[in-house]
């Protein structure tokens, strides 16, 4: 997930297809971080919420699948380059931490039914087979890991959230635009689109090369 | 923020401000809600975990790797063999005339492993159905025709109600009754398990699903329903000097003389619901004119030991479930599921932990002891 050395011309959005899994699946990983929990904790909501973790759990492992591969053959845009190098390691490192447990985490939940012995149902009738054997140990391993891979999950998109407010907000360096929105076929006229992005997108102050303008 | 003035910005750290409050009231609104989702806002809310705390406390102490109620038992397998009479109620495929294997568990209730045979008021048998279409069936059933209590709540009381008082090691008779004043619909429970029979063996011992489903048929239409394996070994009760006299363990005795023999079977007998019965509550019983369908039979044929048989490892969560069988409002049924995963997580990960010598098999099981 190495930022590549900009080329002549790098993106400065990510491409659609990013965009519209990003944020879908963002939801659907919030979701299913307040359903998990929330399912292990209700005496009367688990059957219920438990019907929804299973599927989405794995529809997000079908959609990471697609999104790294869309991602490896359309490179992101670059980062500011006035960006702090520790500042723009830690994004780096967030993202693959980010990556590694969309995928880890639905593995993990399918692998531990298996091995549980549970029926792996993705809806009423049709369940996936089991990818573990039915084994107490494996089961254990698997079942704590999926509680502390989710609070790990969690806490990292916390602090993703909080690194692209600071970005939207605090440094207003078009980062949060590159996800946000895709590039418009005219440069917006300067005045008339004043709303919150395009104010971030608007070259403040002599704009560092590199910065993602729209 | 729409109007800034460009050239004010970049030095003002002042201008900073808004935005990171903004940024960390947003993030500890998200980390705040989902602690209170997860409950750990809330050490009142009664979860699945402390609905497992109160049990474990009911038993005395822990029984590391042993399930937190019924934990005595034994692993049975067979096979289930419809009669074709089930397929006008449910789309499930054990209905058909076919034999469909499982591996199921005879158990008392009780959260001792060591409990005596002879003073356990409650048996009861669990099965996993595997069905030749790959979907899976698990149930488990009791001796008693119907629940104690109507809620979860009040399910939870009684567990608290019936734990040992530290001084005497009993439970506190007080507690006890205080508990039944508060829930009349208890006293119909207590009559039974002052009253019913003691039957002579697992084997002809009636096994009631007690909680509602719900059967869906090919054509979709829905039926409320409950159902009962009934033994078809010759029912004998024993006597109160009968009881005294038997063995702690003589159900397990018992059952393996009886599969020395021959197989052991039991009727699946389905009642179907009118409009109007109490589908929502375990602790009521349905009128006795309530059509009865019985749609074919449970036959076991061998028995091993649970520390090293293939039902130590199964959650017989009866919210496992084929396509034509559903779950009801029944709010006691998705409390059990519940309360069911915690049992098992605890009990899996003590084995895993190697804390399960007598569970698995490792150590000379105890005597069974009052
Ligand atoms: C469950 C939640 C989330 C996950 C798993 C997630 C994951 C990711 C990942 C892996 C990237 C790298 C780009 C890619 O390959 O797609 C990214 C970029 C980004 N995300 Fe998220 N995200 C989540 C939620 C959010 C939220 C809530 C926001 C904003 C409030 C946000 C804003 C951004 C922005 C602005 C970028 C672009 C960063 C850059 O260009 O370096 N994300 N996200
Ligand atoms: C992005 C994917 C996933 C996330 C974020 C996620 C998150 C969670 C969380 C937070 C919990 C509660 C853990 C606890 O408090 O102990 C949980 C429990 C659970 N998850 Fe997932 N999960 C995911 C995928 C899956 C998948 C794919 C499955 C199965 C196919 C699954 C099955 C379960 C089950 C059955 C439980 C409850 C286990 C129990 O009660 O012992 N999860 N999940
Ligand atoms: C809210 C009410 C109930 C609670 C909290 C509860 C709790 C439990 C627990 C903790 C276990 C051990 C699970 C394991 O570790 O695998 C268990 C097992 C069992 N329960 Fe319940 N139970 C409830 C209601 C019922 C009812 C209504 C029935 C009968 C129809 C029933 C029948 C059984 C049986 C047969 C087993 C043994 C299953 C096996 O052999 O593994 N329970 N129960």
Redesign the pocket.
Known sequence: ?NRPTPSPRPPRH?NLV?RV???S??????AM?FVGVGMVASLSLRPVLVDLHRPLGIAILLLVIV??IN?LRHP??P?PADLPRAHAFA??A??WL??T??FAMPLVGWSMLSAGGYPVTIFKGFALLPIAPHHATIYAVLRSAHTWLALL?FA??LM??A???F??WVRRDG??????RGALALPPPAAADADLESVEDKPIAPAPTNQ?QQ | MPDIDPAAIPSTTDRRWPGLLAIALIVASAALAFAWTAGWLTPGRLTPQRFTDAIEAANGQVWQGFRRAHAKGVCVAGYFEGNGQGQALSSARVFAPVRTPFVGRLSIGGGSPYGLDNQARVRSMALQLDSDDGQQWRMAMNSFPFFGVSSVQAFHEQTLANAPDPATGKPDPARQAAFAAAHPEFARFAAWAKSAPWPTSWANTTFNGVNTFRFVNRAGEVHDVRWSMQPRAAFAAMTPEQRAAADGDFLGEDLGARLAQGPLRWDMLVTVAQPGDAVADPSQSWPEDRRRVNVGSVVIESATPQATGACRDINYDPLVLPAGVQGSDDPILAARSAVYSVSFNRREHEIAGGKAAAATGRAAPQEATP
Do not use: D, G, K, N
Not at chain 1, 25 to 30: E, G, K, N, R
């Open positions: 997930m990510f990013a899994l990003h944020w699946m963002a939801l659907a990983i919030l971080l999104r790294l991602r992101p845009p980062l994004a780096r967030s993202h980010l990556y447990l969309m999950l990292t998109v993703h959230l690194a692209a407010l970005h939207a980062v949060f635009a590159s996800m946000a993602r």
